[in-house]
């Protein structure tokens, strides 16, 4: 007759599957992805894909799922988090770290997800339908909405990111001249262009 299991090597036994199950979670299906998990807009209730912006009204979504392990509330019991709220739980965009440059999805401020999430996106090699452009070829990203558009290279800048550094500007000059190519730029708002890229 075999022995009975105590409680600890099941416990073993269970563990060791969910880590067998976590090491085969880079075959896991694309939907079932955290960063493509589903989300309702909380301004226009449109059912779309987790982004840290709606599609449809741009409203910025109050509850955020983190794009790397799916979770909606720190609860601060790792240790991990690089924002230190002693004995809070932290939910909303208290929770926030950084938004993905691939899937635009918001990263929970633990040290983990904010330093793995962009090597291992699911979305880094993702290319839209419609224009059949990468992530890379929509232009330059600085989490801020670009108010300087170069039309040449096709870019928006923010007023930081507009001035090169050790480069002295002429100050009867309006248009800010582009950082790349030098043409001048104009204003994101007088044109029909997308100032978060």
């Known amino acids: 007759m075999p022995k009975k299991k105590t409680g600890a090597r099941k416990k073993a036994e269970r563990q060791r599957e969910i880590q067998k ?3 085969s979670t880079l075959d896991r299906d694309l939907g079932l992805q955290p960063c493509n998990a589903q989300m309702q807009c909380d301004q226009c209730l449109r059912d779309q894909k987790s982004r840290a912006f709606c599609y449809f009204c741009g409203a910025l979504n109050k509850l955020p799922i983190c794009a790397a392990c799916g979770k909606q509330k720190c609860m601060m019991k790792s240790g991990d988090c690089v924002i230190k709220h002693g004995g809070r739980y932290t939910t909303g965009l208290q929770m926030v ?3 993905c ?3 635009e999805a918001f990263i929970c401020h633990g040290r983990k997800c904010l330093t793995t999430h962009a090597c ?5 090699d993702a290319e839209c339908l419609e224009c059949k452009r990468g992530v890379w070829e929509h232009g330059m ?3 801020r909405h670009g108010q300087f558009t170069c039309m040449r290279c096709k870019i928006c800048f923010c007023d930081e990111h507009v001035r090169r550094k050790g480069f002295k500007y002429d100050k009867s000059v309006k248009e800010m001249p582009c950082p790349k190519c030098s043409y001048p730029t104009s204003e994101t708002k007088d044109f029909s262009v997308s100032g978060i890229s």
């Open 120 to 124: 291992i996106c699911p979305l880094r």
């Open 97 to 99: 770290g950084a938004i």
């Open 21 to 23: 199950k976590i090491r």
């Open 141 to 143: 990203s600085c989490n």
């Open 101 to 103: 440059d691939f899937c």
